[in-house]
């Protein structure tokens, strides 16, 4: 891997995760809450959600697919990396039986 390819991925992997938090904290920002209580220690998405006053079927929307399609698009790298070194070890299999 090149300096410019793994500037580009480490770019890219951060520009997908700050926008998919900048998307969910410009939904939440116009939320109206009705406690100010969080019964976790940490506070997560849904915490916030769950002290709304009105439904947030849009942030359940949004939540779901981005769960769903960054587990998508973390296991099709995975598969896709698993395949191509399957291949590169039967390539290189088939060339030593061939001498």
Known sequence: ????RLLFSCTLAW???LLCIGVLFALNVGTPLCGTTIKHVY????????LACEPTPINNIYGLCMSWSLTTGSFLVIAFSYIRILYACLKNSSNVLVE
């Open 1 to 4: 891997m090149t300096p410019a």
């Open 15 to 17: 520009a997908v995760a």
């Open 43 to 50: 506070c997560s998405n849904r915490s916030i959600l769950y």
